[in-house]
């Protein structure tokens, strides 16, 4: 096993969790870019909450609520959500029916997981980050699995350990416990099943 490999991921999310922290700070932001990249619908809901009540977002919306994993939003703790948007959902054809089937939700749930990072990270704290890291900074999901960032001008993609790619699609939606990234794909390669 390569042990060096776990460094620099720990100080990739130990600089993320940093400016996590000084977004939260008195510090104005100097570009004007912050109001344009977060819409805080509610910092009183949770973050299921605000999902739930995000038009775009209601297919996640109903497989957080299906896999249990609404409730972790609903409870203390500090979590950012990938969230593919209803499109991305669409766009995964017989796969994504499949996997929406009850049958399957330990393969939703675990599609998921690969989707939610620990913290509170806005686009603005991941667009820092990237500039610390000179062009990429990775996270690892709470399905242990690596996503990278990258940026082109003021969009942002982000990329699975295993090739597949979104872009933000729309604002983030800020919680009293998280925010909802919504993107424009699912962060996993799936096969059609039966």
Known sequence: MRSTDTRP???TLAAISLLALAACSNKADTTGKQASSTSSQS???TLAQAIASTDDLSTVSGALRDTG???VFDKGGSYTMLAPDDAAFAKLGEAGKSLSQPDNRAEMAAVLRDHIVPGYLTPDDIKSAIDAQHGSAKVTTMGDHEL???RAGDDLQVTSDDGSRAKIASDAVEAGNGVAIPIDGVLKKLTPSG
Do not use: P, V
């Open 69 to 71: 994993l609404a409730e």
């Open 148 to 150: 990278t960032f990258t």
């Open 43 to 45: 910092s009183g809901k």
């Open 9 to 11: 991921r720990l100080a």
